[in-house]
């Protein structure tokens, strides 16, 4: 079963919409934060984290 996608919002208003991806093979990464640069996410392992920049008005009306 697959994980819905969630809205992950940075301290600077920034919001991303956050999916799972399942690779063949581990992948170590991290997430930062493209307008202040914060880490918001660190991984390791085959389920990865995908991003994708939202506007504040996309970001409330997937969390309702």
């Known amino acids: 079963?697959?994980?819905?996608?969630?809205?992950i919002d940075c301290g600077c208003?920034?919001?991303y919409e956050r999916r799972e991806v399942q690779l063949p093979?581990?992948?170590?990464?991290c997430f930062d934060c493209s307008d202040c640069g914060a880490?918001?996410?660190i991984w390791s392992s085959r389920?990865?984290?995908?991003?994708?920049?939202v506007d504040a008005v996309d970001a409330a009306a997937k969390r309702a």
Not at 1 to 7: G, V, W
Not at 25 to 29: A, E, N, P
């Open 1 to 7: 079963m697959t994980k819905p996608n969630t809205i």
């Open 25 to 29: 093979i581990k992948d170590i990464g």
């Open 47 to 53: 389920t990865v984290p995908a991003f994708k920049r």
């Open 13 to 15: 208003g920034a919001s």
């Open 39 to 41: 880490r918001l996410e």
